[in-house]
Structures are given as C-alpha cells and as structure tokens.
C-alpha cells in the first residue's frame, strides 16, 4: 500500500480544520469487506467532493486545488453531450447526493489522501487510524462478489431487471426497456441517479455496476459500468481501460484499510 509522500501528507495536514466533513456519516459508511479493509456504501458524492474543493479552497492551495479541479465541459465530449449538466450538475443542490464525475484519477486519488487526514485527525472517528485509497482490483472484486465468487453481478441472478421490469442498476439499455431506479415513485435516471438507489448487494453496497464506473488504483482501468454503457459492462469480472482524464462517465467510491483499531 503506497503511503502519503511527506510533501502531500504534511500539505493535507495544514487544511484539516478546515474540513467539515459529518464524521458520522463516513463512519456509517464504511462496510467491513474482510479484516481490516472497509468499502464506502456509496460512490462519492458531489456534496462530498464539493467539500474536498473548500477545503482546498481555504488553504489557499493553488497547486492540490488545480488538481482536483471538476473538468466540467466533458459533459460536452462525444460519448456525453449533455450541456445543461455543464452548469448544474456539480453546483445544483438537486445534484448533492449523484456521484460526482469529471474528475481524473490524481484527483481521486488526492482525495483519498485528504480524507485520510481528516478522519484521523477527528477525535470522533470510529478507527483509531485508517488509510482511505482506490482499491485494487481484486479488493473491488471482493467487494462486488460479496461473498459469492460464483456470482456475475452484484445481485443474485443473471437478470438485468427484476419481475417487474426495474431495472437492477442504471446502464445504457436498449429500446423500450424501462429505466426506473429504486424509489417512491421509482423515477427515469437520464444519466447518473443518486448514490443510494437501485439495489445493494449482500454487502450492502449500492452500485457496484452501472451508475458511474469506478476507478480502481490502476490508472486507465475502472470497473463496473456506468449510466452509458451497455450491459456487457456491468459483470464483475469486466474492466474496461480509459485514458485516466476526467470523463462524464467515471467516478469512483473509497475504500479504507484499518492500520489501527
């Protein structure tokens, strides 16, 4: 496991009281995928990477900040032209709680390492010291199975939708499928849909296919599938490279490993 450069550690470590993270709610977060290593319910949201972007902000960081910086106009890239997004997607509170995308990987993966110091630093933490990261692909597998190796996708069954035709994770589907994701009404998912919806696995993880694909500690590889791929993507055992850049299409989650109890 690569640690913290000293540069970056002690860079992160100048803008923790700035953080306003709900320790809480990442606390509640994170679901035991083995000993020691831990899974976020949840893609990363935009409220939650909007909160990384302040704290960058009110340090006055330029250089982590350009980094981390959400490359908005990819909504307008040939796979993914959706301008109205370009205004709203990362700003409109309707939008807080859906994966942020248009991010690239060192953003990610900077992220990562300014959750690390905020949690450790709050002394209402569940863990004494955590090292929040990308996963490997195996860790992501692991998580996805939940405890079947057999399994194909994160839900029992090989069935893309369920007795009623809901569809069981938000992807490109074909023509006159419905696309409906879990809700009260269920409501049409155009792109990305919340990170609490659909259906959680055996872990009780959301998303794991479909929605965002999801970057892994490898640059260029993400798993699972998004919004605007096809079913083929969605199997667990698939992972497809792209050039590591902001996408309209890719996100990620956080995975923790535990280094102290």
């Keep these: 496991m690569k640690k913290l450069s000293s540069i970056t ?3 992160l470590l100048c803008f923790t009281a700035f953080a306003q993270i709900d320790i809480k709610e990442i606390n509640k977060s994170l679901v035991k995928i083995e000993d020691g290593l831990y899974a976020s319910k949840y893609e990363v949201s935009n409220k939650l990477y909007m909160t990384f972007l302040s704290s960058l902000k009110n340090s006055n960081d ?4 350009t980094i981390a910086q959400i490359d908005t106009l990819r909504w307008r890239d040939k796979y993914s032209y959706n301008e109205p997004y370009i205004q709203h997607y990362h700003k409109h509170p309707a939008y807080q709680n859906y994966p942020v995308v248009c991010i690239n990987y060192e953003a990610a993966k900077l992220f ?3 959750l690390t110091a905020q949690y450790n630093a709050d002394p209402k933490r569940k863990f004494k010291k955590v090292l929040f ?3 490997s692909e195996s860790e992501w597998i692991m998580a996805a199975q939940a405890g079947d ?4 996708y994160p839900w029992q069954g090989n069935d893309l939708h369920n007795k009623t035709g809901e569809a069981m994770c938000n992807f490109k589907q074909e023509l006159n499928d419905t696309i409906k994701f879990k809700g009260k009404p269920p409501i049409g998912a155009d792109i990305t849909a919340p990170v609490g919806s659909y259906y959680k696995n055996n872990f009780g993880l959301y998303n794991m296919s479909g929605n965002v694909a999801e970057m892994i500690n490898e640059k260029g590889i993400v798993k699972g599938g998004s919004w605007r791929d096809k079913s083929e993507y969605l199997a667990i055992a698939t992972k497809y490279k792209y050039d590591g850049n902001a996408q309209a299409f890719v996100g990620f989650r956080y995975f923790a490993q535990v280094l102290e109890n």
């Design 149 to 152: 190796n057999s399994a194909t």
């Design 62 to 65: 330029t250089g982590l900040l």
């Design 133 to 135: 990261q990308l996963p």
């Design 112 to 114: 990562c390492e300014w």
């Design 9 to 11: 550690f002690s860079a």
